[in-house]
């Protein structure tokens, strides 16, 4: 979003300020009188129009970076407070106002700490808030170091998580398990006639495919370079074959685009095996081997 834009969503605010900073010129200019060149102090004037310039910056750098909402109306009205008690601190040294007025003194010595607790509780909450997104972007982070350590091209896992899973939900002997491998068809070919890059696409997109049409206790692995495993915890023999079956149309449905819009057609072979007394690297074998055999089930 620009600049332009960002502000635009603030509008409101920065009106407020705008028609308060020119009412404090006006009530000078009505109360008082114009000082001479020879009364001016140029150092005040620089020390106190600098502070209000700087906190004018410091709302434009907010506006410009946050959402809005609490943290953000907290943090703009206590910068603004704190503008306007600068702000009158530099009209008092253009305009000399008569002693009897008691309202510049409220608007200067009032205004700047109700300034200041107004932004202290908007940078109490900002911080707040930055603590529950760095843990979130941490968890992120983990889930992300995680899976690049083990497949880079998917968001998937490879095939030692996989084998830590099987073994996991093999030790449930009372439920029912199987596995389904499933091999991209003639990826080789795919991978010479789309490229590197069109045919990384198409692992990755089949991986969401393949995703997408999974129930939430199913885990999809990708177990080398195109072959895919899904467990299937919690599943015998009847429903594992119906699901397979998902899988594969799914695939078959897909209508992968090239990057130059051309469709290229996409199958799965689908081999599964439901879980016997065996540990995982028994129960992967005969998933591979049903890969190859005619009713791909064993
Ligand atoms: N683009 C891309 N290709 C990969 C990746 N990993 C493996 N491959 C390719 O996948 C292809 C797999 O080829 P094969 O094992 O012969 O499989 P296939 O061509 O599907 O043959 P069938 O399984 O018999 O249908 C090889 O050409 C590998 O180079 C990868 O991460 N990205």
Same mark, same amino acid.
């Given at each position: ?9 603030? =509008? ?8 308060? *900073? ?36 410091? &709302? ?32 008092? /040294? %253009? &305009? ?45 982070? =983990?889930?992300? =170091? ?20 099987? *073994? ?9 398990? #199987? ?57 015998? =023999? ?9 899988? /594969?149309?799914?695939?078959?449905? %897909?209508? %992968? ?24 690297? #028994?129960? &992967? ?9 005619? #009713?791909?089930?064993?």
């Amino acid at each position: 979003m620009h600049v332009k834009q960002r502000l635009s969503l603030h =509008r409101g605010s920065l009106i407020a300020l705008l028609v308060m *900073a020119n009412l404090v010129v006006l009530a000078n200019l009505a109360s008082g009188d114009l000082k001479t060149v020879s009364e001016l102090v140029w150092l005040d004037i620089a020390g106190e129009g600098g502070a209000a310039l700087l906190a004018l910056l410091w &709302i434009g750098l907010i506006l410009n970076s946050r959402p809005t909402g609490r943290v953000t109306r907290l943090l703009v009205t206590g910068l603004s407070t704190l503008f306007l008690a600068y702000w009158q601190d530099l009209m008092d /040294e %253009f &305009i000399q106002l008569p002693s009897a007025v008691m309202w510049d003194h409220w608007l200067e010595s009032g205004a700047m700490p109700l300034g200041m607790l107004l932004l202290t509780l908007g940078i109490y909450h900002w911080h707040r808030e930055q603590q529950a997104i760095s843990a979130q972007l941490q968890k992120r982070e =983990r889930v992300f =170091r995680e899976h690049r350590s083990l497949d880079g091209l998917t968001p998937l896992s490879g095939p030692r998580y996989l084998r830590e899973q099987l *073994a996991m939900e093999l030790l449930k002997q009372d439920q029912p398990l #199987s596995l389904v491998m499933l091999d991209l068809h003639c990826f080789d070919h795919s991978r010479r006639l789309l490229g590197p890059h069109d045919s990384d696409r198409l692992l990755r997109e089949v991986a969401e495919v393949l995703l997408l049409n999974l129930r939430q206790q199913d885990l999809l692995c990708r177990y080398a370079g195109d072959r895919f495993a899904v467990v299937l915890p919690r599943t015998g =023999r009847q429903e594992a074959e119906s699901l397979t079956r998902e899988l /594969e149309q799914a695939v078959r449905h %897909f209508a %992968f685009k090239t990057q130059r819009g051309i469709t290229h057609p996409v199958a799965i072979m689908a081999g599964l095996a439901v879980a016997h007394d065996e540990d995982a690297d #028994s129960l &992967i074998e005969r998933a591979n081997r049903n890969l190859h055999s005619p #009713s791909r089930v064993a």
